[in-house]
């Protein structure tokens, strides 16, 4: 008779919808390297469309923060996948012998910047040698040791940069440094005035940015998962940039009160006007897509700066083999 009956369960459930008899989701959890913003807003998008729940997964982001070490957690197994900062970190992972690796770069362009007031002379990149600069001491240890190998920069110039825009408002010769998705928009509203924007990733600081990093125990016991991590981010920065977000949003706001929609508006306009997520080899290969070639070119650059050390295998921080694959391209606008 128990025999019967599972055979007539089999039997009923072969006949019922997909969406019905649903497989069990997989659970996995993203930790972010900083609170809730914009610039995490695909990642939101994701488990606010159910984009992730279509593609079989059961998304928890854990939001970063100034005492949270989510690269930690993701290290020793605690978390499934992290968002780098950029390349730098996953060098250093490499030289430590550290056990992750990046599958994917949703920034195609850092997003750092360096701020300069409007009306003083400086109209290109070449003219902020002549200011001292507000830099913070993580900056002048990475991108300014390339600013000075590249462009003919100086230690002279460094003026300590804490965060706070004020000593740059009240001294027009001073540059300061930025994210192009937010301290532009805090000049403008507490300064009155729009800052002349540098974007160090058009001067050819190369590096990707908000990248997908994994423990490499993952990539080699479950690719499959891994894949649909991606795939399913990746489309969720597609429908965050071009679609309706306001969800996101929501979810963003509710993860870090602070967070306001005017700023939020202001980050997704510049990640689209400077192509932060959208440009590049994701014009025709898809967002997140990450080369050797690049990885190669930022890390010959580091490496002059001496930033790393050259005898660090690059090759071992980054997986090609999860993007490229013009995963959402359809999503894109065509005009």
């Known amino acids: 008779m128990l025999r019967k009956s599972l055979l007539s369960v089999a039997f009923l459930a072969a006949l019922l919808p997909a969406t019905v008899v649903a497989q069990p989701l997989d659970k996995v959890t993203y930790g972010t390297n900083w609170v809730a913003q ?8 994701a488990v606010a469309d159910g984009t992730y729940r279509k593609y079989g997964l059961d998304v928890t982001i854990a939001a970063g923060g100034p005492q949270i070490n989510n690269r930690l957690l993701l290290a020793v197994g605690k978390i499934d996948f992290y968002m780098g900062a950029n390349l730098l970190q996953a060098f250093d992972a490499v030289e430590k012998k550290i056990p992750t690796v990046v599958i994917a770069a949703i920034f195609q362009k850092d997003p750092q910047v360096l701020l300069a007031h409007p009306g003083i002379g400086v109209e290109k990149f070449a003219d902020l040698k002549k200011l001292n600069i507000l ?47 937010s301290e532009p928009f805090i000049v403008e509203k507490q300064g009155g005035f729009k800052p002349k924007i540098f974007l160090l990733a058009d001067q050819g600081f190369d590096t990707y940015s908000t990248t997908i990093e994994t423990h490499t125990d993952l990539v080699r016991k479950n690719p499959k998962l891994v894949q649909r ?37 202001h980050s997704i306009r510049a990640m689209k006007e400077y192509g932060i997520v959208d440009s590049g080899d994701a014009l025709t290969r898809g967002v997140g897509t990450i080369t050797e070639a690049r990885v190669k070119s930022f ?33 894109r606008p065509k005009n």
Request: hydrophobic share 40%; no cysteine; proline share 3%.
């Open 135 to 181: 830099v913070s001491s993580e900056g002048v240890a990475t991108y300014y040791q390339w600013l000075k190998s590249e462009h003919g920069f100086r230690d002279e110039q460094v003026r300590p940069y804490t965060f706070n825009p004020q000593p740059f408002l009240a001294n027009k010769n001073v540059a300061m440094q930025g994210y192009v998705t």
């Open 299 to 331: 890390f010959d650059k580091m490496v002059k700066a001496g930033v790393v050390q050259a005898n660090i295998d690059w090759r071992r921080a980054v997986n090609t083999s999860f993007t490229g694959k013009k995963v959402g391209l359809e999503l």
């Open 229 to 265: 991590f991606v795939d399913a981010s990746v489309i969720g920065w597609y429908n965050y940039l071009y679609g309706d977000n306001a969800a996101a949003n929501r979810l963003i706001k509710q993860a870090n009160p602070e967070m306001t929609d005017d700023l939020i508006a």
């Open 38 to 45: 914009a610039e995490h807003g695909g990642f939101y998008q």
